[in-house]
């Protein structure tokens, strides 16, 4: 069954044992050349979304790094970023829980263990990239903060200016060189790397890698200086977390986060509210299953429109809904409005193609642009290095939902052009698997509708109210 996999990716490393002597020939270290092998080898080598100039450049720079004794984090940091020269967003270096956790999760199914999550025992394993207590949200070109612990909580809302006495828009290229995709997509991850001094101090951003110096604004013009250090486990707080938004006092879509889809009546705009927040099963509950108890609501309320929130959907397996977003526009006399925002990544983008192919001008997208281009490559499974333990996700199977695969030979099966060749995923196919094209040129919004740092301040939601004006009219 072909699923596409959307991981959201928080670094991968801080300091482990490295206490192997430092060669004396000039070049890397064993443990680092025979990692730097594999990942050749198993990573690089069977990732389509690489193009030759990406290619040569990830081959230029593993050879540099085969030529230095490097430190633990720098390694790692490196590999991730020459991951990313794929610019392409699934395509990724993992944190090492994720990756077991995608591992675990497909050990009972049939895959071809040779290559994809091969057990192994690593010599040692680099930590998950440190981290200060304070975390970034990118809203257009600025990086807001979303959220800290009780004693900074005068920084909520903040625009960060400088890192160390450096514009932000002077670092934002190098930052954006931590994952591929959509502009859109590196700031997403780029928000992640500012509060990681490993990160920061690897690239040459900060002076230090267990603490990073900020300066901010804040909303009445003031500007704030202010460090935070990386705490140890038994360091003190400052307090409780604060947020952005406010789950208690901001709109319906912010709130009960602990449950993956759900739906409400919403008669101020004569519709329901569907939200999914993944493209998965919650437990015994079947996604599909789901969405028909919301259509069968819908029906006993006679409500019209439908409102589907896409918006903090990162992914899944389409394959679990596809059929229902085909047929859904059928069953629903009105209009359906399809809230996007750059979280809307992987499967969520494909359904939402499906929905747009059978519904055309009745689906009418809100908001802002989807994660990820309209062609892409996923489908791939992690693979593990040896001696550090580093895990990294490739890409090998072409999504093409802008023209329906009609020009491609390595497109994943279930939406390639019948009886032509398709490639092959990591999960080895269960049986037959109905080849459903689909082909949307474009999911840009046709009603523009930005998240704003106001807005989560104030717990506003913009694309509802962009939904309900329109029907006004």
């Not at 995608?102 to 057990?119: F, H, K, N, T, Y």
């Not at 990073?212 to 707080?237: K, N």
């Not at 006679?302 to 409102?307: A, E, F, Q, T, Y």
Request: charged share 25%; proline share 7%; with cysteine.
């Amino acid at each position: 069954m072909g699923m596409v996999l959307a991981l959201a990716v928080s670094g991968c490393a801080s300091s482990p044992r490295a206490e192997e002597a430092q060669p004396r020939n000039g070049s890397g270290l064993p443990w680092q050349r025979e990692d730097i092998a594999v990942f050749r080898d198993e990573f690089l080598a069977v990732d389509r979304a690489f193009g030759p100039e990406a290619r040569k450049q990830a081959e230029r720079r593993l050879a540099e790094l085969e030529r230095q004794a490097t430190d633990p984090t720098a390694f790692a940091v490196e590999l991730c970023r020459i991951a990313a020269l794929a610019d392409n967003g699934h395509t990724q270096c993992l944190p090492n829980g994720a990756g077991r956790d995608i591992c675990r999760s497909v050990a009972e199914m049939p895959i071809d263990r040779r290559l994809w999550c091969r057990p192994r025992t690593p010599d040692f394993e680099i930590q998950d990239f440190n981290g200060v207590p304070i975390a970034f949200f990118p809203f257009d070109r600025d990086f807001n903060v979303v959220g800290v612990e009780e004693g900074n909580a005068d920084l909520l809302g903040a625009r960060l200016v400088a890192i160390e006495g450096k514009p932000i828009e002077s670092i934002v290229p190098t930052l954006r060189t931590f994952a591929g995709g959509t502009a859109a997509h590196r700031d997403e991850r780029a928000a992640q790397v500012l509060s990681s001094p490993d990160q920061l101090h690897a690239v040459g951003l900060t002076r230090q890698a267990d603490k990073v110096g900020y300066t901010f604004l804040a909303a009445d013009g003031q500007q704030i200086v202010r460090v935070f250090p990386v705490r140890s486990s038994s360091s003190p707080g400052a307090g409780a977390w604060r947020g952005l938004p406010r789950v208690e006092h901001g709109a319906w879509a912010f709130q009960q986060p602990e449950k993956p889809f759900r739906y409400r009546d919403a008669p101020e705009v004569d519709g329901v509210i569907v939200q999914l927040r993944r493209t998965f099963d919650d437990g015994d509950r079947k996604l599909a299953d789901f969405l028909e108890e919301a259509e069968t609501q819908r029906q006993t309320l006679g409500r019209k429109h439908v409102v589907l929130d896409m918006r903090f959907n990162g992914g899944g397996n389409f394959l679990l809904i596809r059929d229902f977003m085909r047929r859904w526009p059928a069953r629903a006399p009105g209009r359906f409005f399809v809230l996007t925002s750059r979280q809307t990544f992987s499967a969520a983008i494909a359904s939402i193609a499906y929905l747009k192919q059978a519904g055309k001008e009745r689906v009418t997208i809100v908001g802002e642009p989807v994660g990820d281009r309209m062609m892409f490559f996923s489908d791939g499974l992690p693979i593990r290095l040896p001696r550090s333990g580093r895990y990294f996700l490739a890409a090998v199977a072409r999504m093409d939902y802008a023209d329906g695969c009609r020009k491609y030979d390595d497109c994943m099966e279930a939406i390639a052009q019948p009886g032509r060749p398709v490639a092959s995923g990591a999960l080895m196919s269960l049986g037959a698997m109905p080849r459903l094209p689909v082909s949307v040129p474009t999911l840009e919004p046709d009603m523009p509708a930005p998240w704003t740092i106001d807005a989560w301040l104030k717990g506003e939601d913009p694309m509802m109210d962009a939904v309900a004006t329109s029907l006004r009219k």
